[in-house]
């Protein structure tokens, strides 16, 4: 059995460690990451803080049919750098054995932490005719 807990604190430790850089630009190079997981994790991180720097609604990562990665931020219908799908495949992974959500659909509670302070997030998790999409709704 793998150890979930450790990809939550990773992802916080990832927050903690990019919380003075620009989320977007550093999104927009882990596409070519040699570490699919750790660019997963690293997108994760970096998209929690982007919303919570220019507060975001919900952020969504979508991968149709064909591999697709588009990610969509709510407070404007901004798009946002696409990790690949190399990457977003990674992401569902990580998302799913996080939050422990393991049907097709499910939504949960997500606790972050970020520095001294913390965050509940909504998580959701969509898939239907072969098109996913996980949505991080932010407080």
């Known amino acids: 059995m793998k150890d979930t807990e450790n990809l939550h604190l990773k992802v916080q430790e990832l927050c903690d460690c990019f919380s003075t850089t620009d989320p977007l630009k550093e999104m927009s190079e882990l596409k070519n990451d040699g570490n699919r997981l750790d660019a997963a994790l690293k997108w994760l991180a970096l998209s929690v ?31 946002l750098p696409s990790p690949g799908p190399a990457v977003g495949a990674n992401i569902f992974e990580a998302v799913r054995e996080m939050t422990h959500i393991d049907g097709d659909d499910g939504k949960t509670r997500f606790a972050m932490g970020i520095r001294d302070s913390s965050l509940d997030l909504s998580i959701s998790i969509k898939n239907k005719n072969g098109n996913r999409k996980i949505s991080i709704k932010f407080p």
């Open 49 to 79: 803080l982007h919303g919570v720097n220019n507060n975001a609604k919900e952020i969504s990562i979508r991968q149709d049919d064909h591999g697709t990665v588009s990610v969509m931020a709510e407070y404007r219908d901004t798009e």
